[in-house]
């Protein structure tokens, strides 16, 4: 006696097709996203030499809107402070060294 294989049928289309950017869309969000992170590049920059003395290798979040940011030496304790306190706010992530960049790939 044969077995038969059941193969999984794979959809042919979109499923959520409503949910498709446009290009002009896409582009507008990258723009906004590159101006955001010019802003909060900045703070940061404002902030840099003077916290690079005291916090060398620690974390700040900041959140452009307002110009505040908040520095922690343990990564998650932060993100969790950030949650806290900015729940539905965009923020940024630096860490305090040379070049601001907190992880590599």
Excluded: A
Excluded at 30 to 36: A, F, M, N, S
Aim: glycine share 2%; aromatic share 12%; hydrophobic share 30%.
């Amino acid at each position: 006696m044969t077995e038969t294989k059941l193969t999984p049928k794979v959809p042919t289309k979109r499923i959520f097709t409503e949910n498709q950017w446009t290009q002009e869309k896409l582009d507008q969000w990258k723009t906004e996203i590159v101006e955001y992170r010019q802003r909060c590049q900045s703070i940061f920059n404002r902030l840099q030499p003077e916290l690079i003395k005291t916090h060398y290798n620690w974390y700040i979040v900041i959140e452009p809107e307002g110009g505040s940011y908040i520095i922690e030496q343990d990564k998650m304790n932060l993100l969790k402070k950030i949650r806290q306190i900015y729940p539905n706010k965009k923020t940024f992530l630096f860490q305090i060294n040379e070049t601001g960049v907190s992880d590599t790939l």
